[in-house]
T-cell receptor, first 112, second 112 residues
Framework: EDKVVQSPLSLVVHEGDTVTLNCSYE??????LLWYKQEKKAPTFLFML????IEKKSGRLSSILDKKELSSILNITATQTGDSAIYLC????????????FGQGTRLTINP | KAGVTQTPRYLIKTRGQQVTLSCSPI?????VSWYQQTPGQGLQFLFE???????NKGNFPGRFSGRQFSNSRSEMNVSTLELGDSALYLC???????????FGSGTRLTVV
């Protein structure tokens, strides 16, 4: 069975800290990995990563995929209270048509 | 351009009833997929439609069904509601073959 596991499930840090969120997967027919941020309801897209191993960056956020370890990390530097959210990792599979398998999410809380 | 629109935003139903949720994708997007989000299970894939055809289905009972219309709008139906069906139901639209999944704000279903 396809599985995506995120860790930690919950994390509380102080503003200004750097955090690293983890996502590991055991799937067949891997195509890519996606990171989303969910603040209230609609998850918003952050990054798409492929087996190329190229790091993606956007401001204080960066992410990379390790195809040997079947995992990805999401780094957030100089955290701000606005970074508080649930961070979701999803693997895109090719099974006839594309399908997303999500991890449980990491709830990140940034305290001022 | 308008985002993904889900209606209604909130629903309260009693056990045994049925419910229909609606999702209007971003203009031009032909793929619509549905997910159930609960605190315990995270986001779980329900099904995906493309050009009015169901291309992929998750591991949910037959009480969960859906359809897509010629204008790409999609509906999902849950019959004989159970307490465990209480969840946030999210839909995501994308261009065929792309990874740009955009989520709607979801429908919060409460079964009492």
């Amino acid at each position: 069975e396809d599985k995506v596991v995120q860790s930690p499930l919950s994390l509380v840090v102080h503003e200004g800290d750097t955090v690293t969120l983890n996502c590991s997967y055991e799937v067949t027919n891997f195509r890519s990995l996606l990171w989303y941020k969910q603040e209230k309801k609609a998850p918003t897209f952050l990054f798409m990563l492929t087996s190329s191993g190229i790091e993606k960056k956007s401001g204080r956020l960066s992410s990379i995929l390790d195809k040997k370890e079947l995992s990805s990390i999401l780094n957030i530097t100089a955290t701000q209270t606005g970074d508080s959210a649930i961070y979701l990792c999803a693997v895109v599979l090719i099974q006839g048509a594309q399908k997303l398998v999500f991890g449980q999410g990491t709830r990140l809380t940034i305290n001022p | 351009k308008a985002g993904v629109t889900q209606t209604p935003r909130y629903l309260i139903k009693t056990r045994g009833q049925q419910v229909t949720l609606s999702c209007s994708p971003i203009s031009g997007h032909r793929s619509v997929s549905w997910y159930q989000q609960t605190p315990g299970q995270g986001l779980q894939f329900l099904f995906e439609y493309f050009s009015e055809t169901q291309r992929n289905k998750g591991n949910f009972p037959g009480r969960f069904s859906g359809r897509q219309f010629s204008n790409s709008r999609s509906e999902m139906n849950v019959s004989t509601l159970e307490l465990g069906d209480s969840a946030l139901y999210l839909c995501a639209s994308s261009l065929a073959g792309s990874y740009g999944y955009t989520f709607g704000s979801g429908t919060r279903l409460t079964v009492v």
